[in-house]
């Protein structure tokens, strides 16, 4: 089984950043796993993300989040599934991921099934701020974040 592990963000934009570095991280310490190929920093969007992903059997993908509620380093695990509401097909000018996914699918291309798609998203607190650096208390929870969904790719790679 081909398995894709994508770090999702953009280096330079503060917080935004977390799902690249966390992608970097475990890229060091899950090198040399059968099967598993890394991309640990991807700012594309849209359609563009149809060259990055077809082709793997399941795909792990880190990045940010922000909602109403959330704290700088809470974390949610969801499969694509959960993704499907936000599909806007009749629009491919402002393409989501969910929406990339499908459309892939539609034209062709060998895209892993929405339940083999795993997405690790870590809330943030700035996403906006040009920064090479990450706010003080996304910083402060990096670590623990960090181990927490190294166990959870390690059991998803196991199963």
């Not at 917080?15 to 890229?27: C, E, Q, S, Y």
């Not at 598993?36 to 563009?48: A, D």
């Not at 990339?100 to 906006?128: M, P, Q, S, W």
Request: glycine share 8%; hydrophobic share 45%; aromatic share 6%.
């Amino acid at each position: 089984m081909r398995t894709l592990l994508l770090g999702m963000g953009n280096p330079i934009l503060s917080d935004d950043a977390v799902g690249v570095r966390l992608a970097t991280d475990l890229k060091a310490r899950l090198i040399g796993t059968p099967g598993l190929e890394f991309v640990p920093e991807c700012s594309v969007g849209g359609l563009s993300l149809l060259d990055v992903v077809s082709g793997y059997d399941r795909i792990i993908v880190l990045d940010s989040i922000r909602t109403a509620a959330g704290r700088p380093g809470d974390w949610y695990a969801f499969t694509a599934k959960r993704l499907r509401e936000t599909m806007h097909l009749s629009n491919i000018h402002d393409t989501n991921f969910a929406t990339a996914l499908e459309l892939g699918r539609r034209l062709g291309h060998r895209i892993a099934t929405e339940d083999d798609i795993f997405i690790c998203a870590i809330e943030v607190e700035d996403n906006v701020t040009f920064s090479d650096t990450m706010t003080s208390g996304l910083e402060a929870a990096y670590p623990t974040v960090r181990e927490e969904i190294l166990r959870e790719v390690m059991a998803l790679l196991e199963s």
